[in-house]
């Protein structure tokens, strides 16, 4: 017996992507969060700038330089708490 084909139109289609790319993110952030556990602490963007007292162009820079590390999930990036104080203390 054929099994039926299913047509989805673009629209449907580019909305049920960005769904599973929200999804693979949030995973990536549960990741992040459970391998961290309670032996690192992470910042988002807006937590380093201020800390580093710089601009969000400024730390995008800097992570273009490889000045500090970073990881990337989805659209956020997070830097852990240790390699943020490694840069204070240059």
């Known amino acids: ?3 039926p084909v299913l047509f989805v139109d673009e629209f449907e289609l580019s909305k049920i992507i960005q769904k599973l790319d ?3 993110s ?3 952030e549960l990741r992040i969060k459970e391998n961290s556990g309670l032996k690192e602490k992470w910042y988002v963007t807006d937590d380093v700038c ?3 007292n710089v601009s969000k ?3 995008q ?3 273009d330089k490889g000045e500090i590390k970073f990881k990337k999930t ?3 990036i997070y830097y852990k708490a240790s390699d943020v104080e490694l840069y204070l203390e240059k």
């Open 50 to 52: 201020r800390l580093l």
């Open 22 to 24: 929200n999804i693979s």
């Open 26 to 28: 949030k995973l990536d």
């Open 1 to 3: 017996m054929a099994k």
């Open 57 to 59: 162009r400024k730390l």
């Open 74 to 76: 989805g659209k956020k």
């Open 61 to 63: 820079d800097m992570r």
